[in-house]
């Protein structure tokens, strides 16, 4: 995979993250995964022979100690959150402001800011940013959560043309509706999100988005993936409009 060893992954023991991770290790790479819950870590471990890192994505120190050392190539950010995800805005807790922005904005930061230059430095790199299409369309009942991916679409703008002229590239990956673990957290019930969310609605699963990741990632190096936009067929690219499968 165009010569990438090393890649570092957030959010891997769920999701999008924990797919990509597999995927990555069944291509050789030494996937170093990074979640909060060891105990599922540990079983990735198992799984795919992912090297684990139970760290808080929002503690600089700790991120700082894991990269120590440990060339990067390919960085997955995929760690995100969601609280209070239907509440108005005006009716939000103040201190999810600050969860929100720290797990889905300012850990993207800090990573960035820990591997970059050793990608400039060797002149190979990739770098994933998990966006949304919440992050491209104005949509209401998802104010947080759009504004905090919007900003990592604008990162991900802005970090292309900042790395232009060196070997790294950056791509960002905007889904729709995926059938993960997240909108059961940020309802804070399993069940009330798949008949909220999933039921009688077509989604993509981690494994589509992973397909377009390695995509991206597979591709020759003069060649740079900057952005994809997907969703399931039955959802339309506003991200609220959705139609039911017609059998």
Known sequence: MNDYRIALVTGAT??????????????GLEVHAVARRGDMLAELEKEAGCRPHAVDVSDTKALEAMCDGLEVDVLINAAGMAVGYLKA???RDIDDFDVMV????????RLLRL???????RD?????NLGSMWGLYPVGGATTYATVKGAIHQ??????VDLLGQRVRVTEICPGRVETGFHAT?????EAARKTFYEGNESLSPE????AILFALETPPHVNISMIEMAPQMQAPSGVTFAKPLR
């Open 155 to 160: 990162l991900s703008q802005c970090l292309r």
């Open 115 to 121: 591997v970059v230059p050793g990608m400039v430095e």
């Open 89 to 91: 805005h005006e009716q």
């Open 208 to 211: 589509d988005v992973t397909e």
């Open 186 to 190: 940020a309802l804070g019930d399993a």
């Open 124 to 128: 190979r790199g990739h770098i994933v």
């Open 14 to 27: 769920s999701g999008i993250g924990r797919a990509v991770a597999v995927a990555l290790a069944g291509r």
């Open 102 to 109: 720290d797990v889905n904005v300012t850990a993207y930061l």
